[in-house]
């Protein structure tokens, strides 16, 4: 019967692989000898606690088991990411924001730091290390990750350890609930929108200079502080998703890239228009040509990043606090309760998942919102009523 060799061999720093595979005994991974004397110290508590228990046997069977994915184990990070990506990502059920998400997560911050590091050596003290250098590390946008932005980035490495765990190739998934950073606060986070009275300013310098100069962007802006729907419901919009007669917008679809989907909460719904915006709407699907009811500047899917830069002129032409696309989400869903409407309309005009409303009382919901939609919309108008003719100067396709 052959003898196994259950001697402890404890592996500090980097060892080529070929001198790995001739490692005898059970191999422990560790960044320094104060790391050796910890599991060590492990080591001899639990074996002490089995033996009281009476459990050596399985003791030594999951020191055997340890031994037998020793050289499944080596594997490096990246070489598991990458058949974590092929198997449980690309081609899964998950929308396509997520998939792009992980793929330039992996790409762009965990391969760069963690690529070459066995499976077994990524412990916490690893993870403070990386998180370490991205609180520091220069971007595009400044110096510095956010704690949102590192937690996004944390979240990833988890859920391709929690796979290396399911797969015996880790004894224990390193990411815990310590590690996650607490979001920096300042005083702008509690107010990731517009006041009302910022809202009014927009709303003019849009009617006033940019209606007539700039109708592509007028719409689409407005469009978005009168609805509040998601970017990626905006640029999906076709021109038969406006029902004139009704006066609604059609949200049934969504763009996050380039996958056309059904909206974030699964579920098609008909949003409110004020009659005026909706006769300007119905005069600009004339002016254009496609489907699209907002085509980008080259003709396709309006771009997030485009629609962003005109959010940021707006802001610094009306002189209001900057905001991006989905502050002016935020924006509507903090005029709508400021005007008093329920927290059940609110999840209905804006399409969340929460929202708890049936088939037979969509007809209600319609006429009740369309009420605070009216109301919101006449808070922006001089007190003699504006002509909706800004758009009338633009001539029809043939």
């Not at 005898?24 to 960044?31: D, K, N, P, Q, S």
């Not at 009740?368 to 108008?381: I, K, L, P, Q, Y």
Request: hydrophobic share 35%.
């Amino acid at each position: 019967m052959p003898t196994i060799d259950r001697s402890l061999c404890f592996v500090v720093g980097d060892v080529p692989q070929a001198e790995r595979r001739r490692l005898r005994g059970v191999v422990f991974e560790a960044m320094d000898d104060v790391e050796v004397a910890d599991k060590l110290a492990t080591l001899h508590r639990v074996a002490r606690d089995a033996a009281q228990r009476g459990e050596v046997r399985q003791f030594l069977e999951a020191l055997d088991r340890r031994d037998q994915r020793t050289g499944e184990a080596s594997r490096t990070f990246a070489n598991f990411a990458e058949e974590w990506l092929r198997t449980c990502v690309t081609g899964s059920d998950l929308r396509e924001r997520q998939v792009m998400s992980d793929e330039t997560i992996l790409a762009l911050h965990l391969n760069p730091f963690f690529g070459k590091m066995h499976l077994n050596e990524i412990g916490a003290r690893q993870i403070d290390q990386f998180k370490k250098l991205k609180r520091g590390q220069k971007h595009q946008y400044g110096l510095g990750y956010s704690a949102h932005s590192i937690n996004n980035f944390l979240s990833v490495l988890r859920r391709v350890l929690v796979k290396a765990e399911e797969y015996r190739l880790v004894d224990r998934n390193p990411v815990l609930p310590s590690a996650w950073m607490s979001r920096e606060r300042t005083p702008e986070d509690g107010r990731p929108s517009w006041t009302r009275e910022e809202v009014a300013r927009a709303v003019t310098c849009l009617r006033e200079q940019w209606s007539a100069s700039e109708p592509s962007r007028y719409v689409a802006l407005m469009t978005q502080i009168v609805t509040g729907i998601r970017f990626s419901e905006l640029r999906a919009l076709q021109k038969d998703d406006l029902d004139l007669a009704a006066s609604l917008l059609l949200v049934r679809r969504s763009m996050a890239h380039r996958a056309v989907s059904t909206p974030k909460n699964k579920k098609a719904r008909a949003q409110p228009l004020p009659r005026e915006f909706a006769e300007e709407l119905h005069r600009w699907r004339l002016s254009t040509e496609g489907q699209l009811l907002f085509p980008g500047p080259t003709g396709g899917p309006l771009a997030n990043n485009t629609l962003n830069r005109w959010f940021t002129q707006l802001c610094t032409e009306a002189k209001v606090r900057r905001i991006s696309s989905h502050g002016a989400r935020h924006t509507a869903g903090s005029d709508y309760a400021a005007l008093g409407a329920s927290m059940k309309f609110i999840g209905s005009l804006l399409g969340h998942a929460d929202t708890q409303a049936t088939e037979r009382y969509t007809h209600v919901q319609t006429g009740a919102t369309a009420h605070f939609v009216d109301t919101r919309w006449a808070s922006w108008s001089s007190p003699q009523r504006r002509d909706a003719t800004e758009l009338d100067d633009v001539r029809p396709c043939p």
